[in-house]
């Protein structure tokens, strides 16, 4: 989506982690595993980019598929792109669990941010949790 986005291609060792919506368990202990705060705070950061103009997105397959990203900065100003998408409501392959992300989130560093990259609005705006949960929800 990158290249599609911003006409250049990523490194194939850009640093990037990425949350799938399909729980696991730990083997030793038999519990699900927690996503980790960040997706949250990724989803978030995006859904809010959405409802305030600031993502750049890519809707394809009748709306089958639908991708949303905007940009930050880390703490030491180096950009990285924040990044939700989902396809075929893949979430409906995994068992129900609640307050676990429905969408594929996560984020990658590139070497610099592209020109046409939306960064994302210091607006704050308050979101529901499923607005968290879901945030390619339609609003």
């Known amino acids: ?6 006409n250049d291609f990523l490194p194939q060792r850009t640093q990037s982690k990425f949350h799938i919506p399909l729980p696991e368990a730990d083997p030793q202990t038999g519990r699900m595993v927690q996503p980790l705060d960040q997706t949250y705070a990724f989803s978030s950061t995006v859904r809010r980019a959405i409802l ?17 990203c905007t940009w930050d900065r880390l703490d030491s100003g180096t ?39 939306s960064w994302v609005s210091p607006l704050k705006v308050e979101l529901k949790r499923g607005e968290v949960l879901d945030p390619l929800q339609r609003t």
Request: charged share 10%.
């Open 1 to 6: 989506m990158h290249a599609l986005l911003y």
């Open 52 to 68: 305030t103009g600031t993502a750049d997105e890519v809707r394809a397959y009748n709306g089958s598929f639908r991708y949303a």
């Open 79 to 117: 950009p990285i792109c924040l990044v939700v998408f989902n396809i075929y409501a893949f979430h409906t392959l995994a068992p129900k669990v609640s307050n676990f992300p429905k969408c594929f989130v996560g984020m990658y560093i590139p070497r610099q941010a592209p020109v046409t990259a």
